[in-house]
């Protein structure tokens, strides 16, 4: 059966990533039409409209009980959505695997951007292929990650480029620098920090609406609260966002009586495509916001709440949300479980290994 | 036209092996091909299909029908299709994503190549070109060096007894 070209590319988009990479030894055509841009593109946009999230991942980080190192494995979301037991999807070379002190930034269209402080190493790993490229540090002179330097990564629709962006040392609020690396032009380059004496706080920038985005409080405030608590996060605090086009800053409205105070805690996520807020205290109720239109204040929903069915020995831990379907239910993590969830019930659990810091991917 | 005799319109297709199928209009223009035939009133006698055969012809008909007849409801319509498709082997699959391409179906279209590329999903290269019928124009030292690039996607692999 001979199928034309055209056919062709109507039917290889619907096909996961291994499979597409095995058969770039089908012909030297195909291996051509697997690896131009355009099919990858458009493999992206299937990908990640897919209404059952059929190519998605997420990325766990994982700690050896007794070997040295850490690990990153990708588990197939369906796999978590259906399957009792998580099932380990993409395949991470040996190269990236026990690395000392991972730390996951988060991700966009299947690229993970991941830290390992010990080698003092930025890399960014394609999920899916699993291929790896090192990034260089954006301070080469001290090639030392610290931990008070904070990243993101996102994507330039109006370029075409994927962007990190690198904020160091945001312990020393009066003297830190903002940079950003392009992954076209293969070079960092210093921007504007935050206005108004707001310092991001130690978490991964979140990517939404081409925007990175992190919690940030005021540097009088922040140096009171580590102080007070020995660490940040006591004050009230803000959404910052960062234009990865125009490259500038923006304050993003809260939902209207938010308290970051304490005994809240908070975190910034990106949830079903929303910035989300999570809020969450020592035996009280989690809370899960989004905001279904971004920049608006009014369009935040509080579109879960713990409590509903809460098992009081989760509580303290607290739960935290991985992912919400275009449906509404929602994967939680409680411990090293990942459960599915609608607004009352529990759907669906799963089991994952030992999970420590956890992304969503596509 | 339907709407203005108020009885259903019944268009005859021809088959490329000159086989006669009657089905109503209102099904048939799923086609855009048929549709602007319709449109362009060049439909009136029996419309031939020249790149399609009989018993796919049949089959596409059958699928224009039962698709129709369900309302505006993507959910059921995407459970007929699935249902429709599922058990298709693949020469039967490729038969029709030819026949949707050239009837310009693209609800079909879509559904047999998401089909298609689910039976290919787990299957080993040789399969692939022997189903597609494509000659391998690697030398043995490039093959092996593509392979060996992409080694971990060789795993999980299905034998290729099964059809």
């Given amino acids: ?362 | 036209m339907a709407a203005e005799t108020g009885t259903p319109t019944t268009l005859t297709l021809k088959s490329n092996d000159d086989e006669l199928f009657s089905v109503a209009e209102s099904a048939a223009i799923l086609s855009v091909t048929i549709r602007n035939m319709v449109e362009d009133g060049c439909a009136g006698g029996v419309i031939p299909l020249d790149n399609v055969d009989g018993k796919t012809l049949a089959s596409v008909i059958t699928y224009m029908n039962g698709i129709s007849a369900i309302p505006a409801d993507e959910e059921k319509k995407k459970s007929y299709r699935d249902k429709f498709l599922s058990d298709k082997d693949f020469e039967t699959l490729a038969d029709m994503v030819l026949a949707a391409n050239y009837l310009n179906m693209s609800c079909l279209m879509d559904a047999v190549s998401a089909k298609i590329a689910q039976v290919m999903e787990k299957k080993s290269v040789g399969w692939v070109r022997r189903k597609f019928g494509i000659e391998n124009d690697y030398t043995p030292e490039e093959e092996a060096a593509v392979k060996e690039e992409h080694k971990w996607t060789f795993e999980g692999v299905e034998t290729d007894d099964d059809n």
């Fill in chain 1, 1 to 362: 059966m001979n199928l034309p070209e055209e056919i062709i590319y109507k039917i290889l988009p619907n096909l996961p990533v291994k499979s597409l990479l095995r058969f770039k030894c089908v012909s030297k055509q195909w291996r051509s039409i697997i690896s131009s841009k355009e099919f990858i593109k458009e493999h992206l946009k299937k990908a990640s409209t897919n209404p059952n999230c059929t190519h998605h991942m997420i990325t766990m980080k994982f700690k050896h009980r007794y070997l040295q190192g850490e690990q990153t494995r990708s588990y197939s979301l369906p796999y978590l959505l259906e399957g009792t037991t998580a099932v380990i999807d993409a395949h991470i070379p040996r190269r990236e695997s026990n690395r000392c002190h991972l730390r996951i930034w988060g991700s966009c269209d299947g690229i993970a951007l991941i830290t390992s402080n010990a080698e003092g190493m930025i890399f960014l790993l394609n999920v899916a292929t699993t291929k790896s490229n090192e990034i260089p540090a954006s301070n080469p002179k001290e090639r030392y990650l610290g931990d008070h330097i904070v990243y993101g990564l996102g994507y330039d629709e109006s370029t075409d480029d994927y962007k990190v962006v690198c904020i160091d040392d945001v312990t020393n609020p009066k003297s830190y620098t903002t940079q950003i690396y392009s992954c076209k032009s293969l070079s960092w380059k210093k921007v504007e920090n935050f206005k108004k004496g707001l310092v991001p706080l130690d978490d991964p920038g979140k990517f939404v609406s081409g925007k990175l985005h992190w919690l940030a409080e005021a540097a009088a405030e922040a140096a009171a609260a580590r102080v007070e608590y020995g660490g940040g996060g006591g004050g009230d605090l803000d959404i910052v966002s960062i234009d990865l086009a125009e490259e500038k800053y923006k304050i993003v409205p809260k939902p209207e009586n938010f308290s970051t105070s304490i005994p809240y805690q908070t975190m910034l996520g990106d949830l079903g495509g929303y910035l989300s807020l999570v809020s969450y205290a020592p035996m009280l109720d989690t809370y899960v916001w989004v905001m279904k239109k971004y920049g608006v204040r009014e369009s935040w929903t509080k579109i879960w709440t713990l409590s509903d069915f809460a098992d009081p020995k989760t509580y303290v831990r607290g739960a935290m949300p991985l992912f919400l379907k275009s449906n509404g239910d929602i994967l939680v993590t409680f411990g090293p479980c990942v459960d599915l969830c609608n607004g009352k019930n529990k759907l669906h659990e799963s089991r994952a290994a030992a999970i420590d810091d956890l992304f969503r991917a596509v």
